[in-house]
């Protein structure tokens, strides 16, 4: 599976961006789907999760309420909207795929930068 992240940039606090994933080379209604990020001298944490259909999600606390993962079986893609962004949102996001029953994620995007200035 291939992915490709878009959507990063640079907003003021308060602000909102929207970040896609598209996949290719395989079933995406078959995989599920999550993004991480990772802030400069901090590990990588997860931010949000998204079963294979859609159905269930789940979300860090620190971004509940704010952030909305959604995913499109169609198109091949998957978005996080994020709202209300603060400076402690800044870091390199990350799209990644796991098949269904697995526990690993084995694919991943790039990478897109998100920065949120104060």
């Known amino acids: 599976v291939q992915l490709q992240a878009s959507g990063g940039g640079s907003v003021q606090a308060g602000g909102s961006l929207r970040l896609s994933c598209t996949a290719s080379g395989r079933a995406f209604s078959r995989i599920s789907m999550a993004w991480f990020r990772q802030a400069p001298a901090k590990e990588r944490e997860l931010v949000a999760a998204i079963s294979s259909r859609g159905g269930a999600t789940n979300y860090a606390d620190s971004v509940k309420g704010r952030f909305t993962i959604s995913k499109d079986n169609i198109r091949n893609t998957m978005h996080l909207q994020m709202n209300s962004l603060k400076p402690d949102d800044t870091a390199v996001y990350y799209c990644?795929?796991?098949?269904?029953?697995?526990?690993?994620?084995?694919?991943w995007g790039q990478g897109t930068q998100v920065t949120v200035s104060s």
């Open positions: 990644a795929g796991r098949e269904v029953g697995s526990t690993r994620y084995d694919w």
